[in-house]
């Protein structure tokens, strides 16, 4: 693990730095809402989240980012950006990831941490392995898997929306979920997506995280967690703020409301990250929306489940 | 809209209005073969001959006559037509549909059989954006040049719908009723463009634009160009290529074709992106970045909206081409009233575009380009762009309790944002219903308003209601653009069926409720947030607007019916059609 990062003087906001890999090539489904979703959760808490984008050609300096983000896009712009992932990032990425930094990678993205993607015609675009895992697109006449989709994770449901052609298969990779209504990876074994360390790779956008709180929750409380270490909480969390609007700043007031202790570890049938609970927002709207996913896919209970979330 | 006297050609637009509003008043969901009776029209048909009536029709791809297609021909139209007489007096919809649908279940290749007796020929629009407003354009004109069009009407694009366009004008021996003067146009779905080209004999292909849009149906943009690109291989060189030359992707497609191409394009510098505002530039969704023949990334010297603009690949010699129909000058008159200065080869004019946005002024190229290709006077372009009513839900207006309400149709990332633009360049403090539906034809992925601008536009924003089956998405959306949450109601179109249930409090439930507190939801607090389905959205987002301004409702594609369907349930979509007389 790296360093706890010093507090700086004179700065009360906690940041956190958010690596957006080829935020031009590879945007295609609402890729931007991840972004929003994960800066905003963070500004209502107090904690600033500084958004860095790489592209092609840019290093990726593992000690420079909190968290790193990577979208999917057309077979057409992925291309350039395997080989740029391959040939310029791949070391600084993996030695984010062995560092426990979080990742999250959609569609594109997760295809390309995978072994390699083999297109419908062409040759195959390398991955970084970083999942064992591959994807093989079965031709352009092989149906793509289109809908809306739930999983269950950590106990709880994750929602989206997954559109791909690619068939991804997992090595020893463990998944990021089980498929409780959708396609998944491949349609057959009922896994979706992929976990290794603090990086994980799925189908799901829609976006993905405006939608599951809980899920965009995690990778902050992880990346928080990492990058200010155990001693958070002399430092930053003994303030016992809490928060109280939505997205105004009145309860900022030059003070650190980033972090819940009293919360901690309280709520049971919730996952709970052991070390960091972030302050709870009021997110009736996020699980409104995320029910009614459930809903039309006709999971009725955890709809109710869900709600109860609010 | 007009202040002055009507020209004769609007006087007989106004007067095809009066006919169509009996028609109205039953909710249907697609107009149907009004345009038919319409076009017996005196005027019209003795107009003088039409100018273009020696051209030589590309050979379509004929169908085998075998002796018994005649037969199965007239079964298809009778069929067809009694089960549209069928649906229409059942108040089922238009009925033009499921004529197709009938017809082509009885005779696959009806449309073949029928279109190849078109003597004038077919004109195919496609693209993602403009397809409808671009062929109303095209129609006016070329009714206003004195042919006789038939066009397959209110975004029923697929191939029934082409298919029940013929069907209602063929008699029961399989033949087309006045085919002589008739010229068609079709807009075109664009995953549909390949068999529809195969079918219909074309004259000319318009390609208005390509973005993202539907990626559910159509897979990613570049499925669709791989599709246009076969399709162009097919046609026939006697037929002309009308394309945008803003748009790479659309560009490109004449690159290979042997036939003629047409290209239009904006030459209008200050309407430059760059030179506005950065932020709105740098949020931009490019839906295309890349040449296709080298890869490197395209260098714009100017950016209108999204990929649209003026480009070159600085790694190969690929560029937008040379424009034979440019807009040299583009000049705001109102919010719907856009004066354009158009260079033609060796001649140049004005033309007001009667209808809101920079896309608009694109259709309206469009349509001028087709003209070109038809060899039409520069009169009949005229007057039949300024004299164009706004096709269903493309601007168009209607007064409800003193209030004026205007409909601007958004189903894509691109689309909205120039909505938005649209309105904020109309001032501020402006009232707007959004219904976001993910049904099939609205495509049923909606991750794309995560990649619309809404942050832009927050200032513009007096009152906001969202509706729709994906409402919830959309406030979502709105809440992390940080939308003032009191200017925000939320309608979606069903209750949960979980809130409908009394969930049990457990235990853990009330210690939570008492911890959070001061946490009270937005939604508890002001119960009359609760409403649900488009009745009572269109109700919250009119009361909420004030006397003598405007509503704007801005809807996906079925939202849009919705609407349309709940303003004539209340009686007020006719009245619009009676207040479009003189």
Known sequence: ?310 | MHENRPSRAERRDMRKERRGSNKKLTPTVEMHESEATQTTDADEVSASDPPVADHVLPPARQVNRRSGNALRASLAVVGGRAAGALSRRLHLGGGTSIAGVVAQGLYPDIIGHLSTQLKEGSILVTGTNGKTTTSGFIAAVLSDAGLRVWRNREGSNLTRGIAGALVIRALPNGKLRRAGQAISIFEVDEAVMPRAVRTLPTRVAVFTNLFRDQLDRYGEVDSVLERWQQTISTLSPETILVLNADDPTIAGLGKHFAGRVIYFGIEDRTLDLAGQDEANERHQVMDTRVCPTCGSEYTYTLRFYSHIGHYHCPACSDERPKVDVAASKVENESFDRTRIRVELPGQSGEITVPLPGLYNIYNALAAIATAQALELAWEPTVSGIEGFKPAFGRGERVQIAGRTIRMLLAKNPTGLNEVLRTLAANGNQQHVLFVLNDKIADGKDISWIWDVDFEQALANFATLTVAGTRARDLALRLKYAEVDPQALVIAPATPLRAERKKAPVTREHARRGRQRGNHATLLQEQPENKIYGISQALNSAISRTPEGETLFIVPTYTGLLEVHHELERRGLAPRYWEETGP
């Open chain 1, 1 to 310: 693990m790296s360093e706890p990062r010093e507090k700086q003087a004179g700065h009360e906001l906690m940041t956190l730095r958010l690596g957006h890999l080829y935020p031009d090539q590879l945007n295609l489904y609402g890729d931007r809402g991840n972004i929003l979703t994960l800066q905003q959760r963070c500004r209502w808490r107090g904690i600033q989240l500084r958004v860095i984008e790489l592209g092609i050609g840019d290093a990726l300096d593992p000690d420079a980012y909190d968290l790193l983000f990577i979208g999917g896009g057309q077979d057409r712009d992925q291309a350039p950006v395997a080989q740029d992932l391959y040939e310029t990032k791949s070391i600084g990425l993996w030695a984010a990831i062995e560092d426990d930094m979080p990742v999250l990678a959609v569609c594109g993205g997760y295809q390309l941490l995978a072994h390699y993607y083999r297109p419908a015609n062409g040759p195959d675009l390398k991955g970084l392995g970083v999942f064992d895992a591959w994807t093989v697109h079965r031709g352009a006449r092989a149906p793509r898997c289109i809908g809306d989709v739930a999983i269950s994770w950590q106990g709880q449901t994750l929602v989206g929306f997954e559109n791909h052609g690619g068939q991804t298969y997992l090595g020893t990779a463990q998944p990021l979920g089980k498929i409780l209504k959708g396609f998944g990876n491949n349609a057959q074994d009922g896994t979706e997506g992929a976990t290794y360390r603090n990086a994980f790779g799925t189908y799901l956008h829609g976006s993905l995280l405006p939608k599951n709180p809980h899920f965009a929750d995690h990778l902050i409380s992880l990346a928080l967690k990492r990058s200010y270490g155990l001693s958070w909480r002399e430092e930053w969390g003994t303030n016992g703020h809490t928060w109280s609007g939505n997205g105004h700043s009145d309860a900022l007031d030059g003070k650190l409301v980033g972090l819940d202790v009293e919360a901690e570890a309280e709520t049971p049938g919730v996952f709970i990250d052991p070390l960091v609970t972030l302050t709870s927002l009021d997110d009736s709207l996020e699980w409104e929306a995320h029910a009614a996913i459930l809903e039309r896919l006709g999971l009725s209970n955890a709809a109710i489940v869900a709600l109860r979330s609010r």
